[in-house]
């Protein structure tokens, strides 16, 4: 079966920075719903389109076929006594973000404590970084009705959320 619209497409990767620092890597193969649901980021799935189980893939994503730009905007410092006394660089908090909706939050990550202030950061992690992204497809099925109605790939069993 090739890899098309509404399939579960099966695969192991291996996600490293532009100077091939190694960032992630799978031991056992991760799965997606495949069509434009989100599971995968969309320059991956144009290029495992039409791919058959055992296609190897080598894709370079530039940042924003990736996690975006970084955004300097998102780097805010906040008084000290809006946090917990014990919070700590890495600790990450949600907040809404500046000029955006009520409903508008993100997920943002501690990079400096000092007496009176916190730093904090809501870019990605990896935001405005180029990636590679190598791998090999191991599996191709068709997705159940469950999985498309849901949007998302269900394991061995069933629904679980």
């Not at 799935?45 to 076929?65: N, R, S």
Request: avoid cysteine.
């Amino acid at each position: 079966m090739k890899i098309a619209k509404d399939t579960v497409v099966s695969l192991r990767y291996e996600l490293s920075d532009a100077s091939g620092t190694l960032l992630e890597k799978t031991d056992e193969p991760i799965s997606y719903l495949h069509g434009g649901y989100d599971g995968i980021f969309p320059v991956v799935e144009e290029e495992l389109q039409g791919k058959d189980v055992g296609a190897k893939f080598d894709i370079t994503m530039e940042p924003d076929d990736a996690f975006g730009e970084y955004e300097h905007d998102l780097v805010r410092v906040e008084p000290r006594n809006l946090f917990p006394g014990e919070v700590a660089i890495g600790m990450q908090f949600e907040g809404g973000v500046e000029g955006g909706d009520d409903d508008d939050y993100s997920l943002y990550t501690v990079v400096d404590v000092t007496d009176t202030e916190v730093t904090v950061d809501g870019n990605h992690p990896l935001a405005g970084k180029t990636l590679n992204f190598v791998g090999v497809v191991t599996g191709v099925r068709a997705a159940t009705a469950d999985e498309l109605s849901h949007g998302h790939t269900h394991g061995e069993g069933g629904h679980h959320h």
